[in-house]
């Protein structure tokens, strides 16, 4: 047994690497709020290499085209059915951005048609208690000023429980903070990574 | 008229009547292997293929019988031996005609023809040929008139037996049996372009996905046709029914399927076998790899190849041209060299792209792939792509701000060198072979052996990291392992052939194994632009300190989910032992099984085909379900889960 690891995916495509603070931020919440035993740095695994399996959980964001190679696919694939959790994030906040159009395309070719998660599901009840399905971010309310607010996160269910999470809400510009700038704010921005990753742990 | 003359005119007459003879008899051997097939089929249903043999058999027959004929009457082909039987006929030309027709000695021919004149009575030939023809004519009307006696359908059953017919057979049992026979019409998609096929009483459907299944039987007027029934999982389907014809119309189905049809208490399974339409298969032979421009100027050859089992519709480049910076990101989607194969199963295509005619900026990247589509217009249209590769246009401003961890020399890189080299000194050696003593040769190759075999172990080693993971084990072979995999094996070969002192043999290997190398090393696409800066959390300080409120309970960590084919394995093993099971309340649970393994383990459904027949044949189909069994089993041990990790609260 060992402890719980961020694994941030790196892919050939794209800029796998936009999310640079996403991992301390995350670890930094999994540590503050739960005694869930974590490693201090996070970690990051080619998809398209053995290295792969030895993590639970795997983070994948950009803000570029998404285009799998066949190893890359063919890795991601044995990582899901083998209980893996993939957390994909749209690092742009549009609707129909190249990241997002790829990335959807990428994973309904993988796994099957993303459907809508609902905003009642046990993903918002796993931890801290979201009532109105997954959180706003900064960008969407008042960030941007194009009032885009994406309410219900994707996935693909298998067996009744998610496999695969896909948000385009933008979390990983909201989770791109040093964690020492936690102390500043009201409430912790990345509540809903913990969630994220305690369902992901045990369901 | 001379007495050759009329030789000549008996000869020509009696050669007209062998050849109606031997028509007729012809004639009479075919009837009488078509009527004794009819009457067979009319007792028995004989099966398609052997009606379909029964006409060409019986024309064989038939021209083995009028060639006999022939042979039989082949004597009067000489008219001498035709004079001789007109002289038996007529015994009152005392020779003349044939002392005619064979002069011996000296004769009046004038006499001759008298005496021949005198004997000969023309019209006497006429009553003998009649004779001789009425026999066969008797027999063919005796064989019209038998089968006329037999139904039409059996009747057409023999003379034009094709698929489906097994409808016009007679039917059997009392109460018949609605459910046989059964014809299944198979019509596939208009894109495929294949013909309609007929199949008599299948017990299994393959056709394509989407394919029109038309389920025909007869009985309808037995019954109320409310009886009838087709079962597809909760829903019942009634039968259309046309006078004594009942029918079912569906769709091959995207997932193998066994369905019901039911019938007062009677039950027939049918299972159906989609054959997906795969979408096409595209490769992009050049550019071979992701790059990085310092200028966004030259071109680029684009090059690729693509093939579909049915029949490609287009193909073209696909280039997505993504330019911008921060959150900020406009992607433009472009197509180059469109080719319309126009169904055919392959097609390739070629462009060359001029960089400085994309207007590309510094930190622009390209995205480029070949995508081909088939020509589905029912399930489809299916689409496939090549691997995708990346041109980016170096951006000096960005390359400052990304914190780049310098990455360490790859193994592989130093195996590939080490290779390289390896082959240097064996060619070396094996220019200088004449300087050395045949013993000092030895040594020196069998040291070169000796690294090679180091170089051997290294490559295993990279193997066993590129296939396995800790705490988990063996995850699967790559594409780069697979390479490693023939550069070792021909690293063995030429330790062997080094070993023995055989340096010539052992070169071409070891340049195997290098071309191996080298491919394993271009293989990996992934591109770095820098490693994630490491910020390692002071876990000591933060732990615990957070204080929104949560529901915090004990979690049980989270597990693969149960393979498919662990499943037909328990399903399997609940039907082995069952004692008492009749055969075909095996052979049902069987072809459920069959139907579910198709789409979960296909590898098991054709050792289960033959359980099934085996059942069908009466014969023991254990050792061929536990094959099957074992088949399960080693697939279901050979995906581990992930390893394990903490759940926690």
């Known amino acids: ?203 | 008229m001379s007495a050759v003359d009329r030789a000549r005119n008996a000869q020509r007459a009696l050669l007209g009547t062998l050849a109606a003879d031997a028509l007729l008899y012809a004639a009479l051997a075919l009837g009488t292997a078509t009527l004794l097939v009819i009457i067979v089929d009319f007792l028995s249903p004989l099966p398609l293929e052997v009606r379909r043999a029964a006409i060409p058999l019986g024309v064989l027959g038939a021209i083995v019988t009028g060639a006999y004929r022939l042979w039989r009457g082949r004597e009067v082909s000489s008219l001498r031996q035709v004079a001789l039987y007109l002289e038996e006929l007529f015994p009152g030309m005392q020779y003349a005609l044939v002392t005619a027709i064979v002069p011996a000695g000296s004769s009046d021919p004038v006499l001759l023809d008298r005496a021949v004149e005198q004997g000969y009575a023309p019209g006497a030939l006429g009553p003998r040929v009649r004779r001789a023809l009425v026999r066969p004519v008797a027999g063919l009307l005796a064989i019209l008139l038998a089968g006329m006696a037999f139904p039409s359908q059996s009747v057409t059953r023999v003379l034009r037996p094709r698929a489906g017919d097994v409808l016009l057979a007679p039917p059997r049992g009392a109460p018949p049996n609605r459910l046989e026979p059964l014809v299944v019409v198979v019509s596939s998609p208009a894109y495929a372009g294949l013909p309609s096929e007929t199949l008599d009483d299948p017990s299994s459907v393959r056709a394509l996905e989407g394919s029109g299944l038309l389920l025909r039987g007869r009985g309808a007027m037995i019954a109320p046709s409310e009886s009838l029934g087709l079962v597809r999982g909760a829903g019942m389907m009634p039968a259309r029914v046309v006078g004594d014809t009942w029918s079912f119309s569906l769709t091959m189905p995207r997932r193998a399927e066994v369905l019901r049809i039911a019938d007062r208490g009677r039950n027939r399974l049918l299972t159906l076998e989609p054959l997906l339409d795969a979408p096409p298969t595209v490769t992009l032979r050049s550019p071979t790899t992701d790059s990085t421009y310092p200028l966004p100027t030259g071109t680029l050859l684009l090059d690729a190849v693509a093939g579909d089992d049915i029949g490609l519709a287009a193909l073209w480049f696909e280039l997505m041209l993504t330019t911008g910076g921060g959150e900020r990101f406009t992607t433009t989607t472009r197509i180059l060299g469109l080719a319309s194969p126009g169904g055919a199963p392959g097609a390739a295509i070629r462009q060359v792209l001029r960089l400085d005619t994309l207007r590309l900026l510094p930190g622009d990247v390209l995205n480029l792939r070949a995508v081909a589509r088939d020509r589905n217009d029912v399930t489809g249209p299916g689409e496939g792509s090549s691997d995708t590769r990346t041109i980016r246009i170096a951006d000096p401003e960005r390359r400052d701000a990304i914190p780049i961890v310098p990455a360490a020399v790859a193994k592989l890189d130093t195996t590939v060198l080490s290779q390289r080299m390896l082959i240097i000194r064996a060619e070396t050696l094996l220019v200088r072979q004449r300087r050395f003593t045949p013993d000092s040769f030895r040594v020196q190759s069998q040291r070169l052996g000796e690294r090679q075999r180091m170089l051997y172990d290294r490559v295993q080693a990279l193997i066993l990291e590129l296939e396995t993971a800790t705490d988990v084990g063996f995850v699967g072979a790559t594409e780069e392992s697979m390479l490693l995999r023939v550069a070792g094996l021909a690293m063995r070969r030429a330790e062997d052939h080094l070993v023995r002192a055989r340096v010539a043999a052992a070169l071409p290997e070891m340049y195997r194994a290098l071309e191996a190398l080298d491919k394993g090393r271009t293989s990996r696409r992934v591109y770095l632009r820098g490693m994630l800066p490491r910020i390692v959390v002071d876990l000591n300080q933060i732990r615990l300190t957070g204080t929104a409120k949560a529901t915090v309970s004990p979690r049980t960590p989270r597990f693969a989910l149960s393979d498919p084919r662990r499943r037909l394995l328990e399903r399997l093993d609940r039907l082995l032992p069952a004692p008492g099971r009749t055969a075909p309340a095996l052979g049902d649970s069987l072809t459920m099984l069959r139907a579910d393994a198709l789409s979960d383990a296909p590898e098991v459904a054709p050792p289960l085909a033959s359980a099934l027949e085996m059942i069908r044949a009466g014969t023991d189909p254990l050792p061929q379900l536990r094959r099957v069994r074992r088949m399960l089993e080693r697939a279901v041990e050979s995906v581990p889960s992930l390893s394990a990790w903490r759940g926690g609260r």
């Not at chain 1, 996070?42 to 983070?59: H, K």
């Not at chain 1, 696919?73 to 993939?86: A, I, Q, T, Y």
């Open chain 1, 1 to 203: 047994m060992r402890p719980f690891t961020f694994a941030t995916g790196m892919y050939a495509s794209g800029d796998w690497e936009s999310g640079q603070l996403v991992a301390a931020v995350v670890i930094d919440s999994l540590a503050r709020h739960t005694e869930l035993e974590v490693s201090p740095a996070g970690v990051n695994v080619p998809i398209d290499s053995a290295a792969l399996f030895e993590y639970p959980f795997l983070y994948l964001t950009g803000h570029l085209a998404v285009r799998f190679s066949a190893a890359e696919r063919r890795n991601l694939l044995r990582f899901v059915d083998r209980g893996g959790f993939l957390f994909m994030d749209d690092h742009n906040h549009d609707i129909n951005g190249v990241f997002h159009t790829t990335a959807t395309q990428e994973l309904t070719a993988l796994f099957g048609r993303l459907e809508r998660i609902p905003n009642t599901h046990e993903l918002y009840r796993a931890f801290f208690t979201f009532e109105d399905g997954p959180p706003a971010t900064n960008h969407e309310m008042n960030g941007w000023g194009d009032n885009l607010v994406h309410d219900q996160l994707l996935g693909i269910v298998r067996g009744g429980r998610i496999d695969v999470l896909y948000s385009n809400k933008d979390y990983s510009s909201e989770w791109s903070m040093h964690p020492e700038s936690k102390r500043f704010m009201e409430a912790d921005p990345s509540r809903f990574a913990v969630n994220i990753v305690v369902y992901a742990l045990t369901r």
